[in-house]
Nanobody, 122 residues
Framework: QVQLVESGGGLVQSGGSLRLSCATSRFTLDNYAIGWFRQAPGKEREGVLCIISSDGTTWYDGTVEGRFTISRDNAKNTVNLQMNNLKPEDTAIYYC???????????????WGQGTQVTVSL
């Protein structure tokens, strides 16, 4: 059951930037840890890319650290993912998910979105 909605995906050239958003009207996002995941074409979904806790603590996987920034906009009930210096290998469907736990385990995320496509060209 889809509870979250991602937006902001699109086509960008290598080295470019995109800003993804994760939103819901069903509950307050700052009561949850929010993680971003991705699934590249023909591949399994990767482990969590980054997480933001209810108090704003963040964690990044090494593949995106220094290029991606996760943040909250509590006034808008959204979590954003600023992606800079994008590479062709970042091409994937990006998903946000919500968990009551601070965790890297995808199976412990309770709510998911349907994803937004990010395509990075050479």
């Amino acid at each position: 059951q889809v509870q979250l909605v991602e937006s902001g995906g699109g086509l960008v050239q290598s080295g470019g930037s995109l800003r993804l958003s994760c939103a819901t009207s069903r509950f307050t996002l700052d009561n949850y840890a929010i993680g971003w995941f991705r699934q590249a074409p023909g591949k399994e979904r990767e482990g969590v890319l980054c997480i933001i806790s209810s108090d704003g603590t963040t964690w990044y996987d090494g593949t995106v650290e220094g290029r991606f920034t996760i943040s909250r906009d509590n006034a808008k009930n959204t979590v954003n993912l600023q992606m800079n210096n994008l590479k062709p290998e970042d091409t994937a469907i990006y998903y946000c998910a919500a968990s009551k736990l601070w965790t890297v385990r995808a199976d412990l995320y309770d709510y998911w979105g349907q994803g937004t496509q990010v395509t990075v060209s050479l």
